[in-house]
């Protein structure tokens, strides 16, 4: 067994895992839970596409694991910000009457 075929036998674990985490995002009691399991959707796409991409030496695939590790990153302080003034109401902003 050659390291290029473990490494993409870990890959389909970890996309294994993000399947089982997909169940997670459509049943989703809270907006939370459902945050969490995208974020390891995230997460997993990057290990998986990580893993691809140096079984393969692609390195565009690399690249792509990269932004996706950015992306993900920016959603979930999206999702932080949106979560800590649900109803719209911002301290930050002054009211003038």
């Known amino acids: 067994m050659e390291i290029a075929d473990f490494l993409l036998a870990a890959a389909v674990f970890v996309l294994t895992t993000?399947?089982?985490?997909m169940v997670r995002i459509l049943r989703g009691p809270a907006a939370a839970d459902r945050m969490m399991a995208a974020q390891l959707f995230g997460a997993g796409g990057v290990a998986a596409l990580l893993l691809l991409g140096v079984a393969t030496e692609a390195n565009a695939v690399i690249d792509v694991a990269l932004v996706?590790?950015?992306l993900a990153a920016f959603a979930s302080v999206a999702f932080v910000?949106?979560?800590s003034h649900p109803d719209g109401d911002d301290s930050k902003e002054t009211h003038s009457e």
């Open 18 to 21: 993000v399947a089982l985490g």
């Open 68 to 70: 996706l590790a950015l």
């Open 81 to 83: 910000q949106g979560a």
